[in-house]
Nanobody, 126 residues
Framework: QVQLVESGGGLVQAGGSLRLSCAAS????????MGWFRQAPGKERDFVAA????????SYADSVKGRFTITRDNSKNTLYLQMNSLKPEDTAVYYC???????????????????WGQGTQVTVSS
């Protein structure tokens, strides 16, 4: 099992920045990919970004490219999401996720992940 705990959410004005963190514990050696998803009220959980835990290759949703950056610190078992130029439509609960499966996929769908954090609220005011 892998345990994930997010932090860093909050209220920010449009155009501002936030950095989310996700601390991983447990069987972290088994993690292959980690990602961020978000879910707004009444909507589905959407892909934001993903990163290979070893190697560091990244992918992003089109809606956040150029504004968000996903990184990881393997020595601290921590995943980050730097969010700049935030927009009101970025408002959502942000979830950290981990997958220990090696799949020929983009890791942009929730079903491809095995472990989830509890989520952290990000609210962007206009």
């Amino acid at each position: 099992q892998v345990q994930l705990v997010e932090s860093g959410g909050g209220l920010v004005q449009a155009g501002g920045s936030l950095r989310l963190s996700c601390a991983a514990s447990g069987r972290t050696y088994s993690v292959y990919v980690m990602g961020w998803f978000r879910q707004a009220p009444g909507k589905e959980r959407d892909f934001v970004a993903a990163i290979r835990w070893n190697g560091g290759s990244t992918s992003y949703a089109d809606s956040v490219k150029g504004r968000f950056t996903i990184t990881r610190d393997n020595s601290k078992n921590t995943l980050y999401l730097q969010m700049n130029s935030l927009k009101p439509e970025d408002t959502a609960v942000y979830y950290c996720a981990a997958s220990n499966r090696v799949l020929p996929v983009l890791y942009d769908a929730p079903v491809q992940y095995d472990f989830w954090g509890q989520g952290t609220q990000v609210t962007v005011s206009s």
